[in-house]
C-alpha cells in the first residue's frame, strides 16, 4: 500500500490550499482515511478523518475551516483547508487506517502572516 500526497506549498493567511492523497494496493473496502500534521518541535496532531461511509471527524482547532472528503472510486482523500493561519504550518501527513495503518511522505504547507 502506497500513499502519496500533493497540494502543499506557501500561501498566506485568509487564503486556501487543498491536500489530495492517493492510495495504492491492495485496499480494504472498509477504512478510515485521515490527515494528520506536524510542526517542528511538537508532536504529530490529528486534523481530520474521514470513514468509508462518509462519516467525519475534526480537531476543533481546524473546526469550519478545513473539510475532509473522498473519492473512493479513486481511493483519494481530501482536504480543503480555508482561512488558513500561520498556526496551521506544519507538515500535513495522509494516513489510512485498515487492520494496519499506513502513512504518506507527508507535504509541506506554510502559512506567512
Known amino acids: 500500500v502506497q500513499l502519496v500526497e500533493s497540494g502543499g506549498g506557501l500561501v498566506q493567511a485568509g487564503g486556501s490550499l487543498r491536500l489530495s492523497c492517493a492510495v495504492s494496493?491492495?485496499?480494504?473496502?472498509?477504512?478510515?482515511m485521515g490527515w494528520y500534521r506536524q510542526s517542528p518541535g511538537k508532536q504529530r496532531e490529528f486534523v481530520a478523518d474521514?470513514?468509508?461511509?462518509?462519516?467525519?471527524n475534526y480537531a476543533d482547532s481546524v473546526k469550519g475551516r478545513f473539510t475532509i472528503s473522498r473519492d473512493n472510486a479513486k481511493n483519494t482523500v481530501y482536504l480543503q483547508m480555508n482561512n488558513l493561519k500561520p498556526e496551521d504550518t506544519a507538515v500535513y501527513y495522509c494516513?489510512?487506517?485498515?487492520?494496519?495503518?499506513?502513512w504518506g511522505q507527508g507535504t509541506q504547507v506554510t502559512v506567512s502572516s
Open positions: 474521514i470513514a468509508s461511509g462518509g462519516t467525519t
Open positions: 494516513n489510512l487506517e485498515m487492520i494496519w495503518s499506513y
Open positions: 494496493g491492495s485496499i480494504s473496502s472498509i477504512n478510515r
